[in-house]
């Protein structure tokens, strides 16, 4: 059963995809007269889905953060400050103005340019809430270019088959709009050959840094949802074949554009079908990054995982409340053999004022782990934690956000 963070990321993404693709499809296709209005309510109502889906996504994912009930998130605040101190929290706020900025375009007159354009900005900047976003270093630089070119082509495609279906509808049994229709259809479809050579490229790139080596992509199920949306792709573009060499060339006769409205009806199921996956894809690790715990969590303490291509390592701050804490740090390489560190620091960063930001050096235990006995830690929230690693003469520093939850009684 998919869990509802899978299903609102898909409902967000299918909102945004759409918001995008239906003034960019009419942008191609010219003057449609009856049609403009509503397609132009059509992407007002993607708008207002996007934003209520991005709304729920968000207070799941703070709720998340927060390690606390999404009521308690809702109750006591801890939304304000993870809009206002992660990195998640302000990328959803900055997408929130976009959305408007969408709107405002949707009540102009010349609509189309500015509503494209506010809507490839949303779309576009999903790559920083997801996988993509957490990368580090050139191969995170690519990755996040890839995902953005990933996100846009998927709206120019995907997110304008529901417009251009009902093109063909509304183009049956008048001669001059079949005649239109027919025209619009050679040009939509170089676009789309277009589209899906950037979603392959892109998919390819996004998958090699996600998977790794295809040997393992059944291996997780983040790679068999991954194989399961490449096999749903794969059925798109069959369709697509048989739209663009079977039924293409016999427009603009009625039954073919009938046929063609049929077909992409189809091709836009499957779509929807593939959001779902990439919905499920961004609540599970991805397959290059299923590492087991290297030690049992203590359940008081903060934990956190930081990963890059150099160098990973496991953080634990106990107890994770204010106070006085010990932290201990177990630095590995991708394949868990022991990273060999020369010395090693680590940074508390608060995101909220009123509380000192903290560092100290750790010394390295026989069992190789890096320890600082006491460390003072004066109030609860969100954190930067900032572990910098000085090894072969130079320095890596890995920074994730840590929760220091409230004491349950008197602080030490
Ligand atoms: C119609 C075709 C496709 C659509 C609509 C589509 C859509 C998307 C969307 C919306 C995302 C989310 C981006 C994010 O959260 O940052 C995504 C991510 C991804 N896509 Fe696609 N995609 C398509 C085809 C492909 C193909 C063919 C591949 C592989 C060759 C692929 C591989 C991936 C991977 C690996 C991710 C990253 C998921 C993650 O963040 O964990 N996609 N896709």
Redesign the pocket.
Known sequence: MLEPLAIV?AVH?AA??AALGTPAFMLLAGSLDTLERPLRRFTAAALAVAVVSGAVWFTLVAARILAVPVREALGDGGLITVATDTRFGRMAVLRLVFAVLGFGAVLTPRWRWPAAAAAAML?GA????????AGTGPVGSLHLAS?VL??I??GL???ALPAFALMLLWSRGDPARAKLAAGVTRRFSLLAVG??LA??I??????A???GWPTGLLASS?GRA?AL??A???M?LVLAAFNRYRLTPCLPARDALGALAATTFAETA??LG??LL?GL??T?A?ASHLHKPTAAINPDAAFVHIHTEVVMADLTIAPGTPGTSAAIMRLWHEDYTPFIAERVKLALDPTFSGAAAIQHEAVQSADGSWVIERMRIQSPGVWTARVIIDHDGTSTALDAPLVITQCSNDCR
């Open positions: 990321r993404f945004c995809l779309t999903i790559a920083w809430t997801g996988h993509a976003g995902d990933h996100l082509s998927a495609w995907l997110g589209c899906v979603l392959l892109s998919g390819v790139v996004n998958s840094v996600l998977v983040y991954l949306k490449v749903l792709f794969a798109m499957l779509g593939i959001l990439v894809l961004g599970l991805p």
